[in-house]
């Protein structure tokens, strides 16, 4: 058995087939995540943006107004401090401003900067080549579904209650540093 199956099949032996199917897509989802966000890391690296940056960046331009620190984290499923930190490196690289929020002085707001729209628009037409590269095993009815598929499954873990986190305390409050 290879690697790949040995690690699929880890520890699922005695486990009804339904359940063990869901472990094997949720392991297959998880390494292939991985692996597309390796290969992203790799094409971003000359530019020094990192994929999680980028994702960071793209989810505050598809807000309607600047979002706080915590709207980011709630957004893109990270802790308020993970946000913080990439935000400062981006505001170190010039992609972004980090602005105290004018009816909430704790409270920041993380405000793109042209140089960010400037970089993704020399960017976009070979990262989305490299996206559809990467995808082609796929026909064009098929990404439909896995879309589909996916769509479900952030729906269903959005709704999901929030698990309780340690305490993290605010990381939009000044001083939280």
């Not at 807000?63 to 930190?85: D, E, F, L, R």
């Not at 960017?123 to 095993?137: E, G, K």
Request: proline share 4%.
């Amino acid at each position: 058995m290879s690697a790949g199956k040995q690690w699929l099949n880890l520890s699922l032996d005695e486990v009804e087939r339904a359940a063990a199917d869901r472990v094997r897509a949720f392991r297959m989802l998880m390494m292939g995540g991985t692996r597309l966000r390796g290969l992203l890391d790799r094409a971003l690296a000359p530019s020094g943006v990192t994929t999680q940056q980028g994702v960071l960046l793209s989810w505050i331009e598809s807000q309607p107004a600047p979002p706080t620190i915590t709207a980011v984290a709630a957004g893109v499923g990270m802790t308020h401090q993970n946000v913080k930190q990439i935000a400062l490196a981006l505001q170190r690289k010039g992609f972004l401003d980090i602005e105290v929020d004018a009816n909430d002085r704790r409270s920041r707001r993380l405000v793109l900067t042209p140089h960010h729209y400037r970089f993704w628009r020399t960017r976009n037409v070979d990262d989305f080549a490299a996206v559809h590269a990467w995808t082609a095993a796929w026909s064009d009815a098929e990404v439909r579904q896995v879309l589909r598929l996916l769509r479900r499954l952030h729906d269903h873990l959005d709704a999901l209650p929030a698990p309780r986190a340690g305490s993290e305390g605010n990381d939009d409050e000044v001083g939280a540093d």
